[in-house]
């Protein structure tokens, strides 16, 4: 059965850079559309970028446009995303999901503050 | 981008029938925009219950039926459990340029 485990959450100041990892296991990862979604603290889930398959097609929240980069490393079945300029309001559980979100990672935690 | 809007609570009887519904500010939902419909418990990551409309996965409850209704998405729960007292939200696909959930629905069995 597959399975998506995040990492690379934590604690950066504003303006600080993370990079999110997701990797997969029990699935044919090249074979996924990606998806990263994230959830503020008590708040709903917001959608925050997909991936095609062979990383040609990204599309992005308005939101994260021009800061946020999402990546895919079909050889090591792994998700990045690349978090850059974070601010406050990027504060969240960022969860990866895939195939057509029958998959769904625990999630990690990204909190911006000083 | 589009806002997709939904129910934000809705309160149902235990055996009841109860159907959320999932609009876009950009006109009606059609099976274009692919709905999905996912359901979340406090503490835990969201579960996918229909994709495309109408498709259940092999975990999805018989009662849990997607469909398009009046212009908008639809999840339709026929005799609720007291475990399906949970979050529930809607992702919308906008071709060529995204997707957006609506923001919850909380769903009360009570």
């Known amino acids: 059965e597959g399975q998506l485990v995040e990492s690379g959450g934590g604690l950066v100041q504003p303006g600080g850079s993370l990079r999110l990892s997701c990797a997969a296991s029990g699935v044919t990862f090249s074979g996924l559309w990606m998806t990263w979604v994230r959830q503020a603290p008590g708040k709903g889930l917001e959608w925050v970028a997909n991936i095609n398959q062979d990383g040609s097609a990204k599309y992005y929240v308005d939101s994260v446009k021009g800061r946020f980069t999402i990546s895919r490393d079909n050889a090591k079945n792994s998700l990045f995303l690349r978090l850059n300029s974070l601010r406050a309001e990027d504060t969240a559980v960022y969860y990866c999901?895939?195939?057509?979100?029958?998959?769904w990672g625990q999630g990690t935690l990204v909190t911006v503050s000083s | 981008q589009a806002v997709v809007t939904q129910e934000p609570s809705v309160t149902v009887s235990p055996g009841g029938t109860v159907t959320l519904t999932c609009g876009s500010s950009t006109g009606a939902v059609t099976s274009s925009h692919s709905p999905y419909w996912l359901q979340q418990k406090p503490g835990q990551a969201p579960r996918t219950l229909t994709y495309d409309t109408s498709n259940r996965y092999s975990w999805t409850p018989a009662r849990f039926s997607g469909s398009l209704l009046g212009g908008k998405a639809a999840l339709t729960l026929s005799g609720a459990q007291p475990e399906d007292e949970a979050d529930y939200y809607c992702y919308v696909t906008y071709s060529g340029v995204g997707a957006v959930f609506g923001g919850g629905t909380k769903l009360t069995v009570l």
């Open positions: 999901s895939g195939g057509q979100f029958s998959l």
